[in-house]
């Protein structure tokens, strides 16, 4: 593990104990210039990332985790059939305001359908979604327009909220500043890389503000920095009271969620 | 010399000597940790050095900024404040009325 990596452990271990978000990344940033200057072998000079996140948490303490809000999403007893395949079989969720709630399970098990479900955008056979509030959907891919800047993405999604171009135009900007992304450039979506259009899908599923976010693993084609960056967005999104939920086949997340729901077979059912 | 004794010691007085430190201006931590070194207390790791440096600042005895040095990386500076130099004063001579007497007591011991 060089420095970089520690450093990355570091940062994720703090964010894992609620350290204040500012407060974390000050921190981070100082072990980081000890080292420019000091050079030497992380392990030696602050320990296991672990453990000085730990010893940190004693120093500076945490910020308790907002009390979760009210119910935004109640799904319900959710049933899906596709011709004699059951994909999805009595699954429920129930996420509040101020939540993050994790989607797993194998490849095929109806995580992507079970999200789709919840916005709208299938029916199920058996269940009840109901949602209080904007909802946000971010799909696992299109959802962007090959032919326009993402400036004119911000500009449309703008439109529909009756923003102006400008405000909605600087909105966007700042949105996509937040997962580390610079939108500002004349390269129409088409020849945006994957995960550069993938972090337009999100900074378009932020903008209006949404009360329940939904996203389907939306770090594809990310970077480390990226996905650190996007999990980051994520915490201040939950801590500003959003209701998110995330559809995810990556595990070593879990611990930053609040709600995961299962749907291997024989593990459906949400639990906190 | 025993490590872990030397680090029980440090844990007790390393905040005094942060304050200390600071007591004629502003300081960073790897600047800390080169003048504890150089003065003869040993090489202070930052994982012993910047907990205690959070310490002092969340109950207010230093105060802290980000600044760019004048060619070199932006560092965290820290500066005593009224409190940081009360505590030091009390506790320096706390620590002093502690030592004399140990000094003492140990210098019989070992001359002897």
């Keep these: ?272 | 010399m025993d490590a872990d004794r030397r680090g029980q010691w440090l844990r007790g007085v390393l905040d005094l000597c942060v304050l200390a430190l600071l007591r004629d201006g502003e300081s960073y931590g790897y600047e800390l940790a080169q003048a504890l070194d150089v003065a003869g207390v040993g090489p202070i790791q930052g994982g012993t050095l910047y907990p205690v440096l959070l310490r002092l600042q969340r109950t207010g005895l230093v105060t802290a900024q980000w600044r760019e040095g004048g060619s070199g990386p932006a560092r965290k500076y820290y500066q005593l404040t009224d409190d940081g130099r009360a505590a030091l004063h009390h506790g320096g001579t706390a620590w002093l009325a502690f030592v004399a007497p140990v000094t003492d007591i140990v210098t019989k011991g070992v001359d002897g």
């Design chain 1, 1 to 272: 593990m060089n420095a970089d990596e520690w450093l990355r452990v570091f940062a994720a271990e703090l964010h894992q104990r609620r350290v204040a978000a500012d407060a974390a990344r000050h921190v981070v940033a100082e072990a980081a210039t000890h080292l420019r200057e000091g050079g030497g072998d992380p392990w030696l000079v602050f320990g296991p990332p672990q453990a000085y996140a730990a010893t940190i948490v004693e120093s500076i303490g945490t910020v308790p985790g907002p009390r979760p809000g009210p119910v935004r999403l109640d799904a319900r007893g959710i049933t899906k059939r596709y011709g004699r395949r059951t994909v999805l079989r009595d699954a429920a969720l129930t996420v509040r305001a101020g939540q993050i709630a994790a989607v797993v399970g194998a490849n095929g098990c109806g995580k992507s359908t079970f999200l789709r479900i919840c916005a709208g955008l299938v029916s199920p056979d058996a269940g009840e979604v109901t949602v209080s509030g904007r909802l946000g959907f971010c799909p696992q891919q299109g959802g962007t327009a090959d032919f326009l800047l993402p400036d004119e993405h911000f500009v449309l999604v703008g439109a529909g909220q009756g923003v102006a171009r400008e405000p909605a135009r600087r909105a966007g900007r700042a949105a996509a500043r937040q997962l580390g992304w610079d939108a500002q450039g004349d390269v129409l979506a088409r020849h945006l890389s994957g995960g550069t259009r993938q972090k337009l899908n999100l900074t378009m599923s932020t903008l209006a503000e949404p009360d329940v976010l939904l996203l389907d693993e939306p770090y594809q084609g990310f970077d480390q920095g990226s996905y650190v960056n996007l999990w980051d967005q994520l915490i201040r999104l939950r801590d500003a009271g959003r209701a998110i939920v995330v559809v995810t086949h990556l595990l070593n997340q879990l611990d930053r969620v609040d709600v995961v729901l299962d749907l291997t077979p024989a593990h459906q059912g949400g639990h906190s």
